[in-house]
């Protein structure tokens, strides 16, 4: 699934458990000053959107360019991880990306 700022890549574990993710930001988005400020950034708004959903692993990946906000992100990762919800809920276990 893509927003204004990530690319993001879901699949469903076999067990369920905690939401786990990785993390993304290439070179092309800046110096370590600014990758590592967007991974922060990220971050936030992740434990702002309550986190990953359960039994999910997650790739997000951070768009080369992109102006990040916190409150953006964390509302973008919700519609995400609602979509992905809903996508597991009608079709059963796929890769959302």
């Known amino acids: 699934m893509r927003t ?13 458990g905690v939401g786990r ?5 290439s070179r092309k988005f800046g110096g370590a000053v600014e990758r590592n400020r967007a991974r922060r950034q990220v971050r936030a708004a992740i ?4 986190g990953i959903a359960p039994g999910t692993d997650s790739v997000l990946i ?7 906000a916190v409150p953006e992100l964390s509302k973008e990762i919700c519609q995400i991880m609602d979509g992905f ?4 809920g009608s ?7």
């Open 4 to 16: 204004p700022h990530l690319v993001v890549h879901s699949a469903r574990r076999a067990e369920d």
């Open 21 to 25: 993710y990785g993390l993304v930001v």
């Open 47 to 50: 434990g702002m959107a309550g």
């Open 62 to 68: 951070v768009k080369p360019g992109a102006s990040l």
């Open 85 to 88: 919800r809903a996508s597991q």
């Open 91 to 97: 079709r059963g276990s796929s890769n959302v990306g």
